[in-house]
T-cell receptor
Framework: GNSVTQMEGPVTLSEEAFLTINCTYT??????LFWYVQYPGEGLQLLLK?????DKGSNKGFEATYRKETTSFHLEKGSVQVSDSAVYFC??????????FGGGTRLMVKP | EAGVAQSPRYKIIEKRQSVAFWCNPI?????LYWYQQILGQGPKLLIQ????????DSQLPKDRFSAERLKGVDSTLKIQPAKLEDSAVYLC?????????????FGPGTRLTVT
């Protein structure tokens, strides 16, 4: 079946540090891959996506590259800010346009 | 454009009681989803509607959960009777159509606590 595995958190960084959140997936076929972000008290927001191998999704300084050979979609940002503190979810979209989510990774950025 | 609306935002009930959640999707969105997000986990799909028909409810515990979208717009998710393990955030999401490169838009969720 389809599944997504993320690194466990919380990830605690100082402002301006480099961020990597690992995500690997198991799926049949060629799913689309997503990163969603959930700020405290808010719903999930789409952060970025990639629909085929070697695609790079980017938004707000965050990037992730669809690596089919390693079945990975790691999230990176060169310099995090306090406002990036949130929970990040990796997800894949498969048949019927249904999403399968990873367990989420909490990021805490300290000033 | 207004987002996905959900109510109530918070609900506390005792086990064996009943509870209902309401979702109003983005105007014109034909597809609607309900997810359950247990604390510390990712959202899990419970049911998917296309207009007023059920597309997938394979993950819905049908002995206690029910959902409807009678007029193809608003939707209600009900739990009867609630169990302690139903404590979670219930998220509603919508997208314009079932197929195609359209994204799901999520509401703020309803946080349910069962005591």
């Amino acid at each position: 079946g389809n599944s997504v595995t993320q690194m466990e958190g919380p990830v605690t960084l100082s402002e301006e540090a480099f961020l990597t959140i690992n995500c690997t997936y198991t799926a049949t076929g060629y799913p689309s891959l997503f990163w969603y972000v959930q700020y405290p008290g808010e719903g999930l927001q789409l952060l970025l996506k990639a629909t085929k191998a070697d695609d790079k999704g980017s938004n707000k300084g965050f990037e992730a590259t669809y690596r089919k050979e390693t079945t990975s979609f790691h999230l990176e940002k060169g310099s995090v800010q306090v406002s990036d503190s949130a929970v990040y979810f990796c997800a894949l979209r498969h048949a019927g346009n249904m999403l399968t989510f990873g367990g989420g990774t909490r990021l805490m950025v300290k000033p | 454009e207004a987002g996905v609306a959900q109510s109530p935002r918070y609900k506390i009930i005792e086990k064996r009681q009943s509870v209902a959640f309401w979702c109003n999707p983005i105007s014109g969105h034909a597809t609607l989803y309900w997810y359950q997000q247990i604390l510390g986990q990712g959202p899990k799909l419970l049911i998917q509607f296309q207009n007023n028909g059920v597309v997938d409810d394979s993950q819905l515990p049908k002995d206690r959960f029910s959902a409807e979208r009678l007029k193809g717009v608003d939707s209600t998710l009900k739990i009867q009777p609630a169990k302690l393990e139903d404590s979670a955030v219930y998220l509603c999401a919508s997208r314009p159509v079932r197929q195609g490169p359209y994204e799901q838009y999520f509401g703020p969720g309803t946080r349910l606590t069962v005591t």
